[in-house]
């Protein structure tokens, strides 16, 4: 699944080195990350919270999980989960983390739509052999609908990786210089 998920860029890899010591890099990076949950549905009620992180999720010594706070008005969605771990090497710091967009609430979501759009048609072309209609005329339009169904979330998810990957890598380089 990984294998796939990253063909498709739903998962990403960053590893970032920078000068800083292991304990004052967790300690900074604690101050920037809200305790909560990063499950499906854990961003329910973030809109409501009065905290100035962008983040939330857990930050220990030995590594992190973290997803960014949604906020009122925001219209990105925020799917993107980031786990990561840090090894000091030296005066570096690496952090390797891994970005995953994809959400396991929309494996359901691709099958039952997958299952309407196999029965729709179906039940399109036995009506048209029944009939004798022209079914063949909706067909493109099914298909088309069908496109943007099925895309529309799988770039959204997509978005959402490229763009926590971004502001990873720009808070990581902001940690270093306060």
Do not use: C, W
């Not at 080195?17 to 809200?34: A, G, T, W, Y």
């Not at 691709?110 to 052999?129: H, R, S």
């Amino acid at each position: 699944m990984k294998g796939f998920l990253i063909k498709i860029k739903l998962l990403e890899h960053l590893t970032t080195e920078i000068e800083i010591q292991k304990n004052e890099f967790v300690s900074n990076f604690k101050k920037h990350v809200d305790e909560g949950d990063t499950g499906i549905f854990s961003d329910t009620f973030d809109i409501f919270s009065s905290s100035k992180n962008e983040y939330k999720g857990h930050v220990g010594y030995d590594g992190f999980k973290i997803k960014r706070r949604r906020k009122f008005f925001d219209t990105n969605m925020n799917l993107a989960v980031a786990r990561g771990t840090y090894r000091q090497k030296s005066e570096k710091l690496v952090i390797e983390t891994e970005i995953n967009g994809f959400s396991g609430m929309m494996i359901p979501f691709y099958l039952l739509g997958l299952v309407f759009y196999t029965i729709f048609i179906g039940v399109l072309f036995m009506a048209d052999n029944i009939e004798g209609n022209e079914a063949g005329f909706a067909l493109p339009f099914i298909f088309i609908h069908a496109v943007f169904m099925f895309g529309l979330p799988y770039f959204m998810m997509r978005r959402s990786t490229k763009r926590m990957m971004h502001d990873l890598e720009r808070e990581f380089y902001y940690m270093t210089k306060k």
